[in-house]
């Protein structure tokens, strides 16, 4: 039976455009994937609304996936960091409407921060050495234990949880120098929130890529 193939053979059959296959590929990954954004969001409609987004994503970009379970998880990660900016802005914009008489709008500001977050988390990936890059997406992206990791490419598990905590600092220094660049800015735009509302979002925006919380000296 279509339900008992494997993710590779279901990506397979569903790069052909057989719907049935992708139909068991959200099956598979539906109810793990809506409680990984929900403990995460706190919201059931958004959480069903975001899980929705993902698979659409997913289905019209099928050809290009080579892991299914890698790209699932890293479009919810994605998606989760969306749903931040984006809920923490409409409180802050909700304010500034308050105070102002002229219209503002920050969507495109929304989705430049988002797009920068992505950035700032793929560069400094691709700048890893070989092995860290590997055992920093095994972990974060596909969901690896320490022991699945370092058996997988023939390591010891203190060299696995090294690279990993190296990766991680790395990834943690370079988005608090791109918040600190962006409040500077922010700043020289002369852009003002009442309150310091807004500047709240910028922590909370990356407090979860893959299963890494950061916090931003």
């Known amino acids: 039976m279509i339900e008992n193939l494997t993710d590779a053979d279901l990506l397979s059959l569903s790069q052909t455009g057989d719907e049935k296959a992708f139909e068991a590929i959200m099956y598979r990954y539906n109810v793990q994937l809506y409680k990984y954004i929900y403990t995460r969001i706190r919201s059931e409609h958004d959480a069903k609304d975001l899980l929705q987004e993902v698979f659409i994503s997913c289905w019209k970009n099928r050809h290009t996936i080579n892991n299914i379970t ?49 950035e700032e988390v793929e560069t400094e990936i691709s700048k890893m050495n070989e092995t860290m890059r590997k055992i920093f997406v095994s972990s974060r992206w596909e969901s690896k234990s320490i022991p699945e990791i370092a058996l997988e490419y023939g390591l010891s598990e203190q060299t696995v949880k090294n690279n990993l905590s190296l990766a991680l600092k790395r990834i943690r220094l370079r988005l608090a120098a791109f918040f600190l660049m ?17 500047l709240h979002f910028l922590p909370d925006a990356c407090l979860h890529v893959g299963n890494i919380e950061f916090t931003i000296p």
């Open 70 to 118: 890698a790209y699932l998880k890293r479009s919810v990660h994605y998606a989760i960091i969306d749903w931040q900016i984006e809920n923490k802005k409409v409180l802050a914009r909700q304010t500034i409407l308050l105070e102002k008489d002229e219209p503002t709008t920050y969507p495109v500001e929304d989705q430049l921060i988002s797009l920068e977050i992505r």
């Open 182 to 198: 962006l409040v500077y800015i922010l700043a020289a735009w002369n852009i003002q929130f009442p309150n310091g509302v807004p």
